[in-house]
């Protein structure tokens, strides 16, 4: 298992367009997040997947952000209409179930700049 | 409303001495915290976890301690290695919720 795999790993678009980003968790994880990191501060939760379904997501999540999980594998993030206060890194995480010994292991995250 | 803080955005110790990495909290509901480091351009990886049932969590040369009345945690990394020199996240967690509240991150670089 080579980890949590995140594509593309930068991704530069003009305001205003629609964005794409995919994530492949750990094969066997059920638990999938996508997290938001602008410069200088840490990562902010954006939705929780268990499985296929979409539990939580936060107010940070507007209605331009969507986020699936089809079969409960691989998930992508959608961004539409994008401003460029959504340049930031989107990274996604998985865990096999909400371990707070082990936490989430990450991948290594898609930057988007909006121009 | 940042509710885990990290007020030291950088810190530079010598090989072979003590980093001690510092994070308070607002929210008393959290009980689970956690430690994460992050090279660049990697993901944040687990470095080591506490429940706030204790008071110090070890692994090897890493040591976390809880002090739940001042709410404040603080990573221990003895001896420090050049190889540690990375971004430390704090992170905190309520049993039962999905997410977790990231501090801003420390910059350690330990000098040769």
């Known amino acids: 298992d080579t980890g949590v795999s995140q594509d593309p790993r930068h991704k530069i678009t003009k305001r205003g367009q629609n964005v794409t980003f995919r994530c492949d968790p750990i094969?066997?994880?059920?638990?999938l997040y996508w997290y938001r990191q602008t410069l200088g501060q840490g990562p902010e939760f954006l939705t929780y997947f268990q499985n296929e379904a979409q539990l939580e997501k936060s107010r940070l999540l507007s209605d331009r952000f969507s986020a699936e999980r089809p079969k409960g594998s691989f998930s992508t993030l959608e961004i539409q209409r994008t401003e460029q206060g959504d340049s930031a890194m989107y990274l996604c995480?998985?865990?096999?179930?909400?371990?707070?010994?082990?936490?989430?292991?990450f991948g290594s995250g898609t930057r988007l700049t909006v121009v | 409303d940042q509710q885990v803080k990290q007020n030291s955005p950088s810190l530079s110790v010598q090989e072979g001495r003590i980093s001690i990495l510092n994070c308070d909290y607002t929210?008393?509901?959290?009980?689970?915290f956690l430690w994460y480091k992050k090279y660049p351009a990697e993901g944040p990886t687990f470095l080591i976890s506490?429940?706030?049932?204790?008071d110090k969590n070890e692994d090897g040369r890493f040591t976390v301690f809880l002090n739940k009345s001042a709410k404040h945690l603080s990573l221990h990394i003895v001896p420090s290695q050049p190889g540690d020199s990375a971004v430390y996240f704090c992170a905190a967690s309520v049993t039962g919720a999905n997410n977790l509240f990231f501090g801003t991150g420390t910059r350690l670089t330990v000098i040769p």
């Open positions: 995480a998985s865990s096999l179930d909400w371990d707070s010994h082990y936490g989430y292991t």
């Open positions: 506490i429940s706030s049932i204790k």
């Open positions: 094969s066997e994880h059920n638990r």
């Open positions: 929210n008393s509901m959290f009980d689970y």
